[in-house]
């Protein structure tokens, strides 16, 4: 019973958690992730292998993560996105453990595309925010995890880098109730 309980305390705050993300995605002056990450694609080497949106102290801010496969480094950056403003920029060395996250950069790279088309092939049938994407290799397959979303919850889409199309068996989707 227990265990139940806490499934559903659980369950309803990130409910309560995507409620308020969506109020204020949808009220706030924002830069358009998808612009971000081009600008980003066009200034920066590497490959973008994640995005996040988080609000940090009433402010709504972007982290991009980008994987060097020249230079074997991930350098993090975080925006603020009202108004695109690079906030800081750190790069590390990538460590053994991000092989596979440098195999699906090597993949996008290999198709001559960006991680903002991909995005946007994705999603081309979704009206919603991204609010999180990340490239990741599991079980032998380079895919895109998206997430999006709008006034009726979270969207998650996965979507396969080497066959360019949707993977159904990991889409899925959370609705919360309105009160």
């Not at 009220?27 to 990450?37: C, F």
């Not at 068996?169 to 919360?176: G, M």
């Given at each position: 019973m227990s265990r139940i309980l806490l499934g559903l305390v659980l369950i309803s705050g990130v409910a309560f958690a995507d409620t308020g993300l969506w109020q204020y995605l949808s009220?706030?002056?924002?830069?358009?992730?998808?612009?971000?990450?081009q600008d980003v694609e066009s200034?920066?080497?590497g490959v973008i292998a994640e995005f996040n949106t988080e609000q940090d102290k009433g402010?709504?801010?972007y982290q991009i993560g980008i994987i060097n496969p020249k230079d074997n480094s991930f350098t993090e950056l975080v925006y603020r996105a009202s108004d695109g403003c690079l906030l800081r920029r750190q790069t590390e060395k990538l460590k053994s453990e991000d092989k596979n996250d440098l195999a699906a950069a090597a993949k996008i790279l290999k198709h001559n595309q960006t991680f903002s088309q991909l995005i946007m092939q994705a999603i081309q049938t979704h009206q919603?925010?991204?609010?999180?994407a990340q490239l990741e290799r599991d079980l032998g397959i380079n895919y895109l995890e998206v997430e999006l979303l709008d006034a009726d919850g979270m969207v998650?889409?996965?979507?396969?880098?080497?066959?360019?199309?949707?993977l159904p068996?990991?889409?899925?989707?959370?609705?919360?109730l309105h009160t």
């Open positions: 009220q706030a002056k924002r830069v358009e992730p998808i612009k971000l990450m200034q920066f080497p402010e709504l801010k919603a925010v991204v609010v999180y998650k889409l996965a979507f396969d880098i080497d066959q360019q199309k949707p068996l990991l889409t899925w989707s959370s609705v919360w």
